[in-house]
């Protein structure tokens, strides 16, 4: 799919989380990377993209006006996020039109993602319906009991990292959140892609890049810096 033939790609941003394991009081999303919000310098590569058209972004209570002042003309609107990240996607993906189409719901704190996976996802859910980024595990896998005993060494030839964006046919991703909510399962998942999985729909994934990191530690805001540092470029 290439950017002009693109359908337009509605976004929604989970940011809501508190920051607890980055140790400060100020939610990590609204730290700074030389000098602008994490938060911000993600919504940037979406708010750049032609074919995405509205962003939805959830955030702590608190912090909307913030998001508001960023001012970005795509944001169309900014919720207050739930108790978990899934609720919080949730309460973002209802704000959006029922005739939408294609929905890529991005992490916050991963300011890296490019264009290109942008444009993958996108058609690789209007081929398939549902699709993930993902880079290869390149490190032996060791599954343990609560012993810390070794059981098993997956063949990592068939296992993948996932990241964002996790993209998804609206109704698709209704469906999943609705079951997940009438099960009460939505605190169980850290991703959306398993929800849908449990609806037994395929999900497929889209290679990325390892630098498409997530902000989540005070090391991890080290190697963003080294990435800024290294002029990569993010669009």
Same mark, same amino acid.
């Given at each position: =799919?290439?950017?002009?033939? %693109?359908?337009?790609?509605?976004?929604?941003?989970?940011?809501?989380?508190?920051?607890? !394991?980055?140790?400060?009081?100020?939610?990590?999303?609204?730290?700074?990377?030389?000098?602008?919000?994490?938060?911000?310098?993600?919504?940037? @590569?979406?708010?750049?993209?032609?074919?995405?058209?509205?962003? @939805?972004?959830?955030? $702590?209570?608190?912090?909307?006006?913030?998001?508001?002042?960023?001012?970005?003309?795509?944001?169309?609107?900014? @919720?207050?996020?739930?108790?978990?990240?899934? *609720?919080?996607?949730? %309460?973002?993906?209802? =704000?959006? $039109?029922?005739?939408?189409?294609?929905?890529?719901?991005?992490?916050?704190? !991963?300011?890296?993602?490019?264009?290109?996976? @942008?444009?993958? +996802?996108?058609?690789?859910?209007?081929?398939?319906?549902?699709?993930?980024? %993902?880079? $290869?595990?390149?490190?032996?896998?060791?599954?343990?009991?609560?012993?810390?005993? +070794?059981?098993?060494? #997956?063949?990592?030839?068939?296992?993948?990292?996932?990241?964002? $964006?996790?993209?998804?046919?609206?109704?698709?991703?209704?469906?999943?959140?609705?079951?997940?909510? !009438?099960?009460?399962?939505?605190?169980?998942?850290?991703?959306?892609?398993?929800?849908? *999985?449990?609806?037994?729909? #395929?999900?497929?994934?889209? #290679?990325?890049? #390892?630098?498409?990191?997530?902000?989540?530690?005070?090391?991890? =805001?080290?190697?963003?810096?080294?990435?800024?540092?290294?002029?990569?470029?993010?669009?």
């Amino acid at each position: =799919m290439t950017k002009k033939s %693109c359908d337009k790609i509605k976004i929604v941003i989970p940011a809501s989380g508190i920051g607890a !394991r980055f140790g400060t009081s100020t939610p990590k999303q609204f730290l700074q990377l030389q000098g602008v919000d994490i938060l911000q310098r993600t919504i940037s @590569v979406f708010e750049q993209l032609d074919a995405v058209d509205e962003i @939805v972004v959830a955030v $702590p209570a608190g912090y909307t006006q913030i998001v508001q002042g960023y001012g970005f003309d795509k944001v169309h609107h900014i @919720v207050e996020g739930g108790t978990n990240r899934a *609720e919080s996607v949730f %309460c973002a993906l209802q =704000m959006l $039109p029922k005739d939408t189409k294609t929905v890529l719901i991005h992490d916050g704190v !991963r300011p890296f993602v490019t264009g290109k996976l @942008v444009y993958d +996802i996108a058609a690789t859910v209007k081929k398939y319906g549902a699709a993930v980024a %993902c880079t $290869p595990i390149t490190n032996t896998i060791k599954q343990a009991n609560s012993n810390k005993k +070794i059981e098993a060494t #997956p063949d990592r030839s068939q296992l993948w990292s996932a990241q964002t $964006p996790q993209g998804f046919t609206y109704d698709i991703i209704i469906k999943a959140y609705e079951q997940g909510t !009438r099960n009460n399962t939505l605190h169980q998942v850290t991703d959306d892609s398993t929800l849908v *999985e449990q609806l037994g729909i #395929p999900v497929y994934v889209v #290679p990325a890049s #390892p630098s498409n990191i997530k902000i989540t530690t005070a090391e991890d =805001m080290l190697i963003a810096k080294a990435l800024l540092a290294s002029h990569q470029e993010v669009i």
